[in-house]
């Protein structure tokens, strides 16, 4: 475009910069925490409601996956509960276990239509038989008990994203490492130190320079630590 603009065969072009997207529509941590207790502990609420906010709130769930969500996703073992939501099971809190469990071992509703013994069993299902919930429906259900999913999940993931380097969140999530580092980018946070402690606890060392945990990619393991 420089090359024709100078010899006289088009006009200067001028084009606007892209803005930067940051997600402005987030809960705060008060208005989360309070939601997530009215989850976890108001029996007046749906259970699916409950279940769905909670993992919204709590892990940052899409809508979409969570209405995916199938029992066999769900175990236990001993008294813990695990989730597999992402790559690798990730332990409840003794509450959220026991609502999910709450909800595994609950009657579909009179309505529902049976699934068939070969179909994987869905924790949040539909009226058709193997399938899950609508995803409009699992929103309007939320909607209706004052949980704004995308709101909700956005205040969760700057939450995590202040708590947790790039290669765990994605790691825990199920995220890709480029959106987990735009997460952690956008909560201001610097993980060196957090990779300092862990090396020193380990009694190994840290390059700041070779392996900030901001840039979180292949060289970085999920523990923590430079390879």
């Not at 207790?37 to 969570?66: K, S, V």
Request: aromatic share 4%; hydrophobic share 40%.
């Amino acid at each position: 475009m420089n090359w024709t603009t100078g010899r006289g065969l088009s006009r200067r072009l001028t084009v606007p910069l892209i803005p930067r997207q940051e997600s402005a529509d987030l809960l705060d941590d008060d208005e989360r925490r309070q939601l997530l207790q009215r989850c976890l502990a108001d029996e007046a609420l749906p259970i699916q409601a409950r279940a769905a906010g909670a993992l919204i709130l709590l892990f940052a769930l899409q809508a979409q996956r969570i209405r995916h969500l199938t029992t066999d996703q769900l175990t236990q073992k001993g008294d813990d509960t695990y989730l597999t939501a992402g790559r690798h099971p990730v332990l409840l809190p003794p509450r959220l276990g026991a609502l999910l469990q709450d909800l595994v071992s609950r009657s579909p509703a009179p309505l529902m239509i049976p699934h068939g013994p070969n179909t994987p069993r869905r924790l949040f299902p539909g009226r058709v038989p193997g399938q899950p919930i609508d995803g409009h429906s699992l929103t309007n259900l939320l909607n209706r008990h004052g949980i704004s999913a995308r709101p909700a999940r956005n205040g969760a993931l700057a939450a995590l994203a202040s708590d947790l380097p790039a290669a765990i969140l994605a790691d825990l999530l199920g995220l890709h490492v480029n959106t987990a580092v735009r997460w952690i980018t956008y909560a201001r946070r610097d993980w060196t130190d957090y990779l300092a402690v862990r090396a020193a606890e380990r009694g190994g060392t840290v390059s700041r320079s070779v392996c900030p945990a901001r840039h979180a990619g292949p060289g970085v393991r999920r523990d923590g630590h430079c390879e």
